[in-house]
């Protein structure tokens, strides 16, 4: 793997952005590998990922920011910078249904998840085994009646001191606190098991069901503080027929939500996603 | 194109169906072209499509109903037959967009829409030169504020000239009274723009931009008095992404609607359709 | 899991045929489940599968071949019988590639795939870790150069020693010999990394690449004699761009043959599959 | 419609391309829309589709060539301009599938299609009821057996006098000949009724029919010396069972054809389309 670096722009529209990006990575003898950039035309929002080989870069990454500050001041803008060499820090909650979760494992081991996986966090005991099979840390934590305030704050502990970067939500089935989500805003990666926004809350694909829907939806998005609201990163649906009883939704749905759900996950950890106006860009 | 005779039936799920149906048209020499069954587990219902050659068939269709009078009421059928020979009689309604209109006159035109269309209907006149292009009696009555009761009464009195069976929604941009709807049930076919319940009402193309979904789709219900909430037939889905203005989002979605509706009413036509408990079966 | 019977029928079209095997299902008072038929116009045949509760079937499975030979050979017919409570022996054949297997094992752990699975074949060592993960037999046999006559005769003597009924090859890279194919009539499914047609033979993902298409697909199919040319059970396709590397190609196809060859096998083991014509019947 | 500017170019990759391109277009004070790039690590190529407003732009299209000039020759640029107020002149080649030309007559005159359409030419008369009902010149041209050369003469004087653009062949079914094809190298675009490469050549949905596959395909391209061997452009699928006809497959197809020929059309005249190595960079 290439060691490369990634920087996500988004600022106000204006003349001579490009140019003045361009002239500083030049400058620096950066050998750009991928550029690509989005224009909102009607929030006259500039939005911008480019991806340069660190091989020849004649820039310390740890001296980017005074380097490109003035460049970034000047045209107002919010951006951040990824080192290829520093993989993140994932930690995945789940509950007892568990194939996102060995869906996720598998493409974790084989590499196509370029992150750390510290721990797996469970309300329950089920998953255990397929955590044991891939060597990951597991710990199940409770979570009483009454007791979410608790496990939270446990949780949260767990996660500062193994210096989590960010959340995984494979189909974990408690709703977790506000208090808590502001604490990864954009960070936490939630599985809903429907084409958002329809049938947004509990029981997706008995509703679906119910209405006689001819096709089911899975949607990979940012946890916000409003339930099943946040973000969308990507979508997908599978087709249906008459003849597929609850049973048949509910395993069609799973291989969706595994496919949905990993590729968001990828894209995150690829740098590729822009949050604004509760929507995405997805760079590709 | 063949002579044929199709028989859809429902009835309480229960055993000597198959044996007694088949018995039937075998005592009558039908030769069987399609069959195809369904069974609702949840319901204990029993859904059926057959169709046979007329050639060879020993048994009048006038005669039908008495004949197979004993086998229905014997299991409490609710069926109907439908004769090949005999083509329904559409109308369709159409407002300013002409996008569905034009896909559907090309279709009756080219003989694919097994119908008569002995009317189009608009509030306005923007299509009308669609209509003469295709040789098609084109009507104009505007709906005013207010004006909707007296408008619906105009409409059914030439839908009932005109021994209409069945109505084509193809993007008409009022809500059919409850009273008007009640003359059609399950004979009123429209096209929503969104991949339903998600975006059900106004503006969905609007408002799926705004929520920033990955997908976009059409629904090809049937008008119950409830809005967008009628059986779905048909449905499908676009991929979109940040790329994509409202506008580009309202052209990828006409697309998406034409062949949505199409195949809707091309499944009504070739009696594919059977309805309950506000679903549909679609024999394919 | 239901006790049920699925009956899988086959011979030429001809009058009579729905109502005799209903007659007889009936007389034995089986609660049909499911049923389906399908007649290829073309061919004059008849295709049926019809599945029932075995709960108050008042035929023993062991006396059905003698009760239902009258009809069978009345309408010429070829038929099998399959007993939910006996579950089809699956070998799974593989490389150096892991995605396939891993999907299988998740599938058969989770219960989905109906099936007991004695043991997994590969000429390399790669994926043992992953048959021990799930706790199933792993057995190395190296394929020399020269030596595949040789590997053959032990293969098959494993699978006859462990009373295997059919074969899975999960991106195995070496050709079985006619000679063993022989073995397995349809009964042995591959997965093949293209849209067959389309690029059969090797290194399907590279002339995809080269070739420049939008879509890359995958391709089920159980084996026969010639190369990549025996009867498709599923095939599917995903959308790639010029963005897309070749490693890229590689990699968004391993999703798409997982999917793939995990519907195939799940219904090869629900009895959904019928061969003739080199082609399947893929009853839904 | 905004007045625009198209900037399409195509180099080898090395460093400064992108500097020195924003700079340029800053100098004139561009206001940028849309840029996209692309850059093939394999080829060490890099493409750049870049659009500005017209509005505010300080340098005359009229002097653009000899102003960029110094840049091109710098880096090597193969490039073409196009102004939006230009609309480029395109010409329609059909035989008797009339479903193809009616959708792309109905998107001409819809204004989706950016162009002038002066001519229909045909080997047949049976659509040109179509031409008339949208007003477009109809010409009919038969090519006799033995006649093709003389036709394609005529043909070629037809565009030529009218200062065709560009060809589309909307299931034209003859065979153009090398010498025709030479005078519009990757202006041609052809739809072929299969997912290419399989089944090029005639008869496709015969020979998918035969093959068994479950997924049919159109392909929309770039006509070259060798059959269906073109720059592919869009391609797309759609899912047939068992239960479709020959007869299905043809019409099924006929929706599948109509839209990947007019997004290849719509996408050619919206300058998105950039060859290289006899296949297609695609901007989205």
């Not at 950039?37 to 939005?47: P, T």
């Not at 946040?230 to 008459?242: F, K, L, N, T, Y």
Request: with cysteine.
């Amino acid at each position: 793997m290439r060691h490369t670096a990634v920087l996500l722009i988004s600022c106000p529209d204006q003349r001579g952005l490009v140019a003045a990006i361009a002239e500083f990575l030049l400058q620096h003898e950066a050998n750009i590998l991928h550029a690509d950039q989005h224009q909102d035309a009607e929030l006259k929002l500039f939005l911008m990922r480019v991806e340069w080989e660190m091989a020849g870069f004649k820039l310390d990454l740890a001296d980017f920011a005074q380097a490109f500050e003035p460049i970034a001041s000047r045209f107002g803008m919010t951006w951040r910078l990824a080192d290829s060499s520093r993989k993140p820090r994932m930690a995945v909650f789940v509950s007892k249904f568990d194939h996102c979760l060995a869906d996720l494992l598998y493409r974790y081991q084989s590499g196509e998840l370029h992150c750390e996986l510290p721990i797996i966090l469970s309300n329950h005991e089920d998953t255990r085994w397929l955590a044991d099979a891939y060597h990951i840390p597991f710990q199940h934590l409770a979570v009483l009646k009454d007791g979410k305030e608790e496990a939270e704050k446990t949780q949260l502990a767990i996660l500062r001191d193994l210096k989590v970067d960010f959340l995984v939500l494979a189909r974990y089935m408690q709703v977790l606190s506000a208090d808590f989500i502001r604490h990864y805003p954009n960070h936490i990666i939630n599985i809903h098991h429907s084409f958002l926004p329809a049938f947004h809350g509990a029981k997706p694909y008995h509703r679906a069901f119910e209405r006689g829907v001819k096709l089911i939806g899975a949607t990979g998005h940012y946890v916000t503080e409003t339930l099943d609201d946040g973000p969308i990163i990507e979508q997908d649906v599978a087709r249906i027929s008459h003849r597929d009883s609850l049973e048949d939704l509910i395993n069609k749905g799973a291989d969706l939500e595994k496919v949905v759900l990993s590729r968001a996950v990828k894209w995150h950890l690829d740098n590729r996603v822009l949050v604004y106006a509760n929507k995405t860009v997805v760079f590709d």
